[in-house]
């Protein structure tokens, strides 16, 4: 179980709220437990929104007890006549507009500081590209300098600036890794940047977090992050898939997959011509953790995927293949599981 909370006391309540809404106890989902840079410095802001609305709160409540109990009716009020009637007193006006203006201050400057922070265009030759594409409900990223594509999974290395360039095929999608950084949204023809960075290894979770549809609460991700030397492994391996198949039944299923799915789906190095990207990337498929963001990646989902992947994402924009038997079935699954 993970640490969810701040050891110093302050303002539990409300950061209780705060690690219910963060989704706090789910592995590397929470926002109070930063595992990098961006996270951190976020972190920060909550807290300094937090306290100053914690302070409000107390002050407040302090002057009202005081004042409800201080000037409560008493027996002789009567002959002292009206109290001094204070309405329109420039000293009183004067000092409850400007502490508010002030804390507006001490809230405005970080916050607007850190948000351009994370918009500044990182060193090309000391960042990471990624251009990442939000679809209903599935996640594209694609390197364009290492000439990688993948879907829903996209690996990073650790110590290094990711420039993330977003935008939306559809509706407007917004991407989310509560643990490294975020929200930003991805709009349909605009591009906006979200420079991330992972301190360590780990997988941390992400979420479409723009309501988008019907599966939007589905539309999950996976941010991977490696150290260095194990990233460019993964991209060297990524720049040459094993995508030709040797053993019988995954060849026949590469058949099938030519014949169903490659207007929707590239698999690189598989030997066919690509006719459609509107699905994700299957290259490299078996290794993936997980099917669309929401199935353990193994043979009896990814079945369940191919039969009825409404079901499982409804709305999503994927065909049901009950039409194949069960035999045809089993060697497109034999051949995307030995994708790698
Ligand atoms: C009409 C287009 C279309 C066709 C044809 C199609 N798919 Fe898909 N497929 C999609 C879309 C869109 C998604 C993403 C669904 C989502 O998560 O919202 C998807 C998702 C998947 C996934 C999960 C991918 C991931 O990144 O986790 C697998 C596996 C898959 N399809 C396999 C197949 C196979 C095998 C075939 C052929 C038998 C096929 N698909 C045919 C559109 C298509
Ligand atoms: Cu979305």
Redesign the pocket.
């Known amino acids: 179980m993970k640490r969810c909370l701040p050891a110093s006391g302050a303002a539990m309540g409300i950061l209780t709220a705060f690690s219910l809404l963060t989704g706090c106890g789910n592995h590397n989902m929470s926002a109070l437990d930063p595992q990098g840079p961006v996270g951190k410095s976020e972190l920060n802001l909550i807290y300094l929104s937090t306290g100053i609305m914690t302070f409000v709160v107390v002050v407040v409540t302090v002057i009202y007890i005081y004042v409800v109990w201080r000037y409560r009716e008493r027996p002789g009020d009567e002959e002292k006549g009206i109290p001094e009637q204070v309405a329109g007193s420039k000293k009183l006006e004067v000092l409850w507009t400007v502490i508010p203006i002030m804390l507006l201050i001490v809230l405005a400057v970080p916050t607007i500081a850190t948000t351009f922070s994370l918009k500044e265009k990182p060193d090309p030759a000391d960042s990471l590209r990624i251009n990442v594409t939000g679809?209903?409900?599935?996640w594209g990223f694609e390197y364009p300098e290492q000439k990688v594509t993948t879907?829903?999974?996209v690996h990073i290395p650790t110590g290094k600036k990711v420039d993330l360039i977003m935008t939306a095929h559809d509706v407007i999608h917004a991407f989310w890794v509560p643990s490294l950084g975020g929200k930003q949204d991805l709009s349909p023809g605009k591009t906006d940047r979200l420079v991330l960075q992972a301190d360590k290894p780990g997988i941390y979770e992400g979420k479409c977090a723009e309501l988008c549809g019907a599966?939007h609460s589905?539309?999950n991700f996976r941010v991977i992050a490696h150290e260095p030397k194990d990233f460019d492994q993964w991209i060297s391996s990524q720049q040459n898939p094993k995508s030709r198949p040797t053993v019988g039944r995954a060849e026949e299923g590469r058949r099938?997959?030519e014949q169903?799915?490659i207007?929707?789906?590239a698999v690189r190095g598989a030997g066919y011509r690509v006719l459609?990207r509107?699905?994700?990337?299957?290259t490299a498929?078996g290794e993936?953790t997980?099917?669309?963001?929401v199935l353990d990646?193994n043979r009896d989902n990814?079945k369940a995927?191919?039969k009825n992947?409404q079901d499982i994402?409804p709305g999503?924009?994927?065909?049901a293949?009950d039409h194949?038997s069960e035999k045809d079935l089993d060697a497109?699954v034999n051949y995307?599981q030995e994708l790698k």
């Open positions: 679809y209903q409900y599935w879907a829903n999974e599966s589905l539309m099938w997959v169903n799915c207007g929707c789906h459609g509107t699905g994700p990337e299957l498929f993936r997980r099917i669309a963001g990646n990814l995927w191919l992947p994402k999503n924009r994927m065909p293949f194949l497109i995307l």
